[in-house]
């Protein structure tokens, strides 16, 4: 395959950076996972909007224009001569002495997750420890995953597939790859940022899909015992689109099974594709 470096494509074997880069040494960086349909990144414009965001809030300098962004990841799709993909961009601050960060763009053939999953739904485990309300930190898609991975790690250890992740006041933020929905009496309900989450992309589209299907929405807080006794449960995140989540901590979620709502929304979500 071939990836993109500083405004190079160059074959991935090939590809370096800086052993002094400040995203190798200090996860001082920030990434985008975006999905390719047919040759065209869904919400391309929203995740350069994001990073570029985050740039500003970590303070990069010489900011890369954005237009410069999006052909490369484009130009990534056509070089490699790949239509459904997962592309992803990266940008750390580059070295100490670096003059503009560092840009990597790579991406792999990807057609989504099995079918059977989304028959049957996601299991999950909750876990303490690893998000705190008001954190700026968790507002930024950064490099640095560890606790993501970790709290993912110890779900996959347990038999489960996700890991949802409550803040210090027993709150639900979001799981360590996903964000979180809940559907009570046919409302939607999501936690609110200021809980400890990263804005997804994803989640916000689904906000504006239910909104527009006249669907009420309500960003809250969600205890752990409120999602446990949910009719419905999801999980969102550019990958998985919109994933049925049908057991937390060994009790299922309503009936065990995809809820009605859930898949209407998925629904409504391929539509927007």
């Given at each position: 395959?071939?990836?993109?470096?500083?405004?190079?494509?160059?074959?991935?074997?090939?590809?370096?950076?800086?052993?002094?880069?400040?995203?190798?040494?200090?996860?001082e960086g920030l990434f985008e996972t975006m999905r390719a349909y047919s040759g065209v990144i869904f919400m391309l414009d929203r995740h350069l909007e994001r990073i570029v965001?985050?740039?500003?809030?970590?303070?990069?300098?010489?900011?890369?224009?954005?237009?410069?962004?999006?052909?490369?990841?484009?130009?990534?799709?056509?070089?490699?001569?790949?239509?459904?993909?997962?592309?992803?961009?990266?940008?750390?601050?580059?070295?100490?002495?670096?003059?503009?960060?560092?840009?990597?763009?790579?991406?792999?053939?990807?057609?989504?997750?099995?079918?059977?999953?989304?028959?049957?739904?996601?299991?999950?485990?909750?876990?303490?420890?690893?998000?705190?309300?008001?954190?700026?930190?968790?507002?930024?898609?950064?490099?640095?995953?560890?606790?993501?991975?970790?709290?993912?790690?110890?779900?996959?250890?347990?038999?489960?597939?996700?890991?949802?992740?409550?803040?210090?006041?027993?709150?639900?933020?979001?799981?360590?790859?996903?964000?979180?929905?809940?559907?009570?009496?046919?409302?939607?309900?999501?936690?609110?940022?200021?809980?400890?989450?990263?804005?997804?992309?994803?989640?916000?589209?689904?906000?504006?899909?239910?909104?527009?299907?006249?669907?009420?929405?309500?960003?809250?807080?969600?205890?752990?015992?409120?999602?446990?006794?949910?009719?419905?449960?999801f999980l969102t995140n550019s990958l998985l689109e919109i994933m049925p989540l049908t057991r937390v901590d060994q009790t299922d979620i309503g009936d065990g099974k995809p809820g009605?709502?859930?898949?209407?929304?998925?629904?409504?979500?391929?539509?927007?594709?």
């Open positions: 395959m071939e990836v993109y470096v500083n405004g190079e494509f160059m074959d991935e074997c090939k590809a370096s950076v800086s052993a002094l880069d400040r995203g190798l040494l200090l996860g965001a985050g740039m500003k809030t970590l303070g990069f300098k010489n900011i890369p224009a954005r237009d410069v962004l999006s052909r490369a990841c484009r130009s990534i799709l056509a070089t490699n001569g790949i239509d459904d993909a997962r592309v992803r961009l990266t940008i750390t601050r580059g070295t100490v002495t670096a003059k503009e960060p560092t840009v990597v763009v790579t991406a792999d053939r990807y057609h989504g997750y099995e079918p059977e999953l989304y028959a049957g739904g996601m299991s999950a485990i909750t876990l303490r420890g690893y998000r705190i309300s008001g954190s700026p930190v968790h507002q930024l898609k950064s490099t640095s995953y560890l606790p993501s991975l970790i709290a993912g790690e110890q779900a996959l250890a347990e038999g489960c597939h996700e890991a949802i992740l409550v803040n210090e006041k027993g709150d639900v933020a979001e799981g360590s790859f996903t964000n979180v929905f809940m559907i009570e009496a046919g409302t939607l309900f999501t936690p609110p940022i200021e809980d400890g989450l990263l804005p997804g992309i994803t989640r916000g589209c689904v906000l504006e899909i239910a909104a527009s299907a006249g669907i009420e929405v309500l960003q809250e807080r969600v205890s752990v015992s409120r999602l446990r006794s949910a009719q419905e449960v009605k709502l859930t898949l209407e929304l998925r629904e409504g979500y391929r539509g927007a594709i």
